[in-house]
């Protein structure tokens, strides 16, 4: 789309003005280009949910796409976005514990998600636990 404000400004405050007790929004940050993740950094940079997240203050407002703990961090207190994990869930079944501690994520092996396979436990429920220190 050549211009995504009209649209967006108006499905936005449309659910503003008609649904006053929408609790939030939770955008997923455009960082995936067919199997290819983008530059997470780059792309937040001049993020295309910033519009959503203005038209739709003060009300929580939840991000999720290719954040680690460091971006996510930046992120939440630059922007005040809530932050959510999708992918990472699956290769760091520790999540929480990572991030709580700076601990590296695991990388996920994206050709074993969701596509119809035999089901082995190959890519989820494989993927190692964090040491704990």
């Given at each position: 789309?050549?211009?995504?404000v009209p649209q967006y400004t108006d499905?936005?405050?449309?659910?503003?003005?008609l649904y006053p007790d929408f609790s939030y929004i939770h955008v997923v940050e455009p960082r995936v280009d067919g199997s290819?993740?983008?530059?997470?950094v780059n792309s937040h940079q001049a993020s295309q949910?910033?519009?959503?997240?203005?038209?739709?203050?003060?009300?929580?407002f939840i991000?999720?796409?290719?954040?680690?703990?460091?971006?996510?961090?930046?992120?939440?207190?630059?922007?005040?976005h809530l932050i959510a994990y999708g992918r990472p869930f699956i290769?760091?079944?520790?999540?929480?514990?990572?991030?709580?501690?700076?601990?590296?994520l695991a990388k996920g092996n994206r050709a074993t998600y969701y596509g119809p396979r035999n089901w082995t436990p190959e890519g989820y429920t494989d993927y190692p636990v964090a040491v704990q220190a």
């Open positions: 789309m050549k211009d995504p499905v936005i405050t449309r659910i503003r003005d290819t993740t983008r530059n997470a949910s910033d519009l959503i997240r203005d038209l739709w203050a003060p009300r929580p991000s999720v796409g290719a954040f680690d703990r460091k971006l996510g961090l930046e992120v939440a207190e630059k922007k005040g290769s760091n079944p520790d999540l929480v514990y990572r991030l709580k501690n700076n601990l590296p």
